[in-house]
């Protein structure tokens, strides 16, 4: 009896916000993937749309819905031949819902991902410090999932939110030299720590530009990373299980 083998899925890839943590996520994804041959890669559809408004400014009230230019860009990845979509940007998850109700295709949910992993990479951990743009921090997107799990959010006191965390997640997407922004992140690690801090998730996708782990006493929890390993194994778990928000696809809390 012949067995049919399934071609893997393929990734798409909701870029652009910002084009250079685009970049870092698909570098992500090749390391992450199991590959000794260049065939060995997977298939991935990117698209960088840097135009999609500013999802802060939105979360604020300051600026244009992005959700429209969102599902436009997925449209886009899905008529391009994507199978599920990854969004490196976690200021945009604010709008995953509505996202994943206009497509009908599973998107993987970042922090969700990020939560599991911490599960099992950190088991011990209860206390979380979190670098992010403040409309994260408004929305509490991280506080929803982390907490019915019985882990605490930490956050930046407003001055050093603004002065530190914000003004480096900007210098990273002017293009900036990186060594600013490395200073003013680990800085704002640090007052993390101080607070209590058992690690520091690096929760927007510039700040693993300018922070790795390793960097800091505490151990650097990084989104994009576990954004990456997830969508290796939703587009390798070929077969009926891959059913849409099924199997990988399935919310995990």
């Known amino acids: 009896m012949s067995t049919m083998v399934s071609e893997p899925k393929i990734i798409g890839v909701l870029g652009g916000m910002g084009p250079a943590a685009t970049a870092d996520f698909y570098q992500k994804l090749i390391q992450a993937t199991p590959a000794k041959t260049d065939q060995d890669h997977l298939k991935v559809v990117i698209f960088s749309n840097p135009q999609i408004p500013d999802r802060t400014a939105a979360i604020r009230g300051e600026g244009p819905n992005p959700l429209p230019a969102l599902v436009a860009s997925a449209e886009a990845l899905i008529r391009a031949g994507a199978d599920f979509l990854t969004i490196p940007c976690v200021t945009a998850h604010h709008f995953f819902d509505g996202l994943q109700a206009a497509v009908k295709i599973p998107i993987l949910h970042l922090i969700r991902e990020t939560v599991s992993a911490v599960g099992a990479e950190h088991p011990t951990l209860r206390c979380f410090g979190l670098l992010a743009t403040s409309g994260t921090l408004q929305s509490r997107m991280f506080e929803a999932k982390f907490e019915p799990q019985g882990l ?18 900007y210098a990273v997407k002017k293009g900036e030299s990186l060594d600013r922004p490395r200073r003013l992140v680990r800085e704002a690690a640090a007052h993390l720590i101080e607070r209590g801090a058992q690690a ?18 505490v151990p650097v929890i990084d989104p994009t990373w576990n954004l990456a390993r997830a969508a290796v194994r939703c587009a390798l778990a070929v077969g009926p299980q891959l059913g849409a928000r099924r199997s990988c696809y399935k919310d995990r809390g």
Request: glycine share 6%; hydrophobic share 45%.
């Open 152 to 169: 605490k959010i930490l956050t930046c006191e407003r001055s050093v939110q603004d002065l530190h965390v914000m003004e480096a997640i």
């Open 200 to 217: 520091i998730i690096a929760g927007c996708t510039e700040i693993p530009l300018v922070l790795r782990d390793g960097d800091l006493p």
